[in-house]
């Protein structure tokens, strides 16, 4: 939020002369915030090389706070739901075994007893 509002105050500033559309501070932070996120709508572009560039800087600025974090966040889920499966097969496997020494032998066998 605050990244929007610093960058959108900023570039409101350096586009204000030009018609591109960044009329007031709140259109310059919705094209921040648009721009930040990548997604890139298109409806507002800077029309001065100075807004072009810094445009681009808030771009890969964006990159290294907003995007480079999800693929920790990915990656941090992907283990926690890797060894969330683990858990399941092994409490699983113990419950099959549990029947198993039941029900007074191997399923595998059919379900008879081991000689003794």
């Given at each position: 939020l605050m990244g929007a509002l610093v960058?959108?105050?900023i570039m409101h500033y350096i586009e204000v002369d030009a018609e591109s559309g960044f009329?007031?501070?709140l259109y310059a932070c919705?094209?921040?915030a648009v721009t930040m996120t990548t997604v890139g709508y298109g409806d507002m572009t800077p029309q001065t090389n100075i807004g072009k560039a810094f445009g681009s800087m808030?771009?890969?600025i964006s990159m290294i706070?907003?995007?480079l974090p999800m693929t920790l966040?990915?990656?941090k889920f992907n283990t926690?739901?890797?060894d969330?499966?683990?858990q399941e097969r092994t409490q699983i496997y113990y419950k099959k075994k549990e029947d198993e020494l039941r029900n007074g032998g191997d399923e595998e066998t059919g379900g008879s007893p081991a000689p003794r």
């Open positions: 960058f959108g105050t009329d007031s501070v919705w094209w921040a808030i771009l890969f706070y907003i995007a966040i990915v990656s926690a739901l890797e969330w499966k683990q």
